[in-house]
């Protein structure tokens, strides 16, 4: 994917002037070798002010753009958190446990005491930094904690270089997904939004384009044998090309794009197709393209595509599973209730390498209206199908009517059971869902979209969402924990 950063870490460690300088020097050395993925270890052990200077521009000439500062001794206080201040991207800090039990006279480092300090310090400072669950440890420990920094430092690169490009407006009586944009500025997301009738006039512009044959090829070898109406191919084709020359020509002074673009009802009429599939396409990019204008959901979807380095999707919350089909197809099988599972559908932009078959359709509700007396034509492009099952995690970043932010994580799993519906639909279980849909999604008034990122993520979101500031990040939240709305006596 060549819509996300690409990490380059940095490894700077400090040491306060009254220890031993080699104790933190050897002890940086040992992580730089515990760590299996590529930093970039800087020798120059920051004593003074001056010191941090020099290690901040080496870090910078080494073209570091995250940082680890590694707290090997107590550290000094001053220069060690002015660091965060100059360098220019995420810092984790980390501390040293003692070695053993045979030097804790000249050996001792007391880095668990300076770790204290050191975030007194970033608070009187006012400066953000990334500081572990419990940020003390050996090399292997300190490795892992590095190894876990990573998506969580690409996701904070990703953010404060991304712009969101919207085709507007929202669909009418439609406002579920519609929420003040202030925020997104305060978290360095560029917006740019257009109207539907850009996008149309920027299509017709790519008529004949001689790329399209090469990109209805590429479609055809995606789709195989689900290639089921190669007629609306050279539209798809056309409209794709006309998105990507967009966000190489606007993104301007960012590096990264999402979109965020209407998709209903005047788009099928005007522009002669569904654009779901063309959706599901850039977003296996690492472009995520939102349905219906959701921008919180395009920068959901990529946050999660940060996070997980892999192609994400955008789901409705959609309908209950039968109880007849909960009965003979997952009671008994997995352990989940009736509450636990629902089902998570959308159009067709789940990308094809997460579905068990994807195949070219037409997008069955709005033909309904739009075209309910004759065969299919500018109702086609959906991509339809099972979703591949295995572990996810369904969240979202959401902004709040009164211009604020809050956030949900939940992580669960799609099961292996056939849906017997249309779309890309898969069978979603996560534990208490039925108490987390009433007092979080429906109390705390999240729209229907949610993001789904494959596999489980919800450490990496939830380090992500507390960094940026979100003040509520809700979860699905055991039996033994209760939630504020939750009436104890039903």
């Known amino acids: 994917m060549n819509n996300i950063p690409n990490v380059k870490l940095g ?225 798809l084709a056309q409209y794709e090309i006309t998105l990507l020359d967009w966000a190489e020509q606007t993104k301007g002074a960012r590096e990264f794009v999402a979109f965020a673009n209407k998709c209903w009802p005047a788009f099928q009429t005007e522009f002669g197709f569904v654009p779901c599939y063309v959706n599901s396409r850039l977003t296996a990019l690492g472009i995520p393209v939102a349905c219906e204008v959701d921008i919180y959901g395009a920068l959901s979807e990529y946050i999660g595509t940060c996070v997980s380095g892999e192609p994400v999707t955008l789901l409705d919350i959609n309908n209950s599973v039968p109880a007849d089909m909960y009965k003979s197809d997952i009671q008994g099988k997995f352990d989940y209730t009736l509450k636990d599972v629902f089902m998570g559908f959308h159009c067709g932009n789940t990308p094809s390498c997460r579905l068990k078959k994807g195949e070219m359709k037409y997008q069955l509700i709005m033909k309904r209206s739009l075209e309910p007396d004759s065969e299919p034509d500018i109702t086609r492009g959906t991509l339809e199908g099972d979703i591949i099952p295995g572990e996810i995690t369904f969240y979202r970043l959401q902004g709040t009517a009164a211009g604020g932010l809050k956030s949900y994580i939940a992580q669960g799993e799609v099961l292996p059971v056939a849906t017997r519906s249309f779309g890309g639909i898969g069978i979603f279980a996560i534990k208490e869902m039925g108490r987390f849909y009433r007092h979080v999604l429906i109390a705390d008034q999240y729209p229907h979209h949610g993001a789904v990122a494959f596999g489980h993520h919800g450490k990496a979101l939830f380090d992500i969402f507390s960094f940026l500031g979100v003040p509520t990040i809700s979860y699905n939240q055991p039996k033994s924990l209760p939630y504020s709305t939750e009436n104890p006596f039903a």
């Open 11 to 235: 490894l700077i460690s400090v040491s306060r002037d009254c220890f031993p300088i080699e104790l933190s020097a050897n002890r940086r050395g040992a992580v730089a070798k515990a760590y299996k993925g590529d930093i970039y270890e800087s020798k120059v052990t920051v004593e003074n002010e001056l010191d941090m200077l020099k290690a901040v521009e080496d870090v910078a000439k080494a073209g570091c753009n995250a940082l680890v500062v590694f707290l090997g001794n107590f550290g000094p206080e001053t220069p060690e958190t002015i660091i965060a201040q100059k360098f220019d991207g995420p810092v984790m800090y980390v501390a040293a446990a003692e070695d053993s039990g045979d030097a804790l006279v000249d050996g001792r480092g007391d880095a668990y005491c300076g770790m204290l300090n050191c975030s007194y310090n970033l608070g009187i400072r006012n400066i953000k930094a990334f500081i572990p669950e419990y940020p003390v440890g050996d090399a292997n420990d300190i490795a892992k904690m590095i190894a876990d920094f990573v998506p969580v430092a690409r996701a904070l690169i990703g953010v404060s270089k991304l712009k969101i490009i919207t085709f507007g407006p929202r669909p009418n009586d439609f406002l579920a997904c519609n929420a003040p944009i202030k925020k997104l500025f305060d978290l360095g997301v560029e917006v740019q939004e257009n109207s539907e009738l850009d996008l149309l006039v920027a299509y017709n512009q790519h008529k004949d384009d001689p790329r399209i044959p090469g990109v209805i090829a590429d479609m055809e070898k995606e789709l195989g044998d689900g290639n089921k109406m190669a007629g609306i191919l050279p539209r």
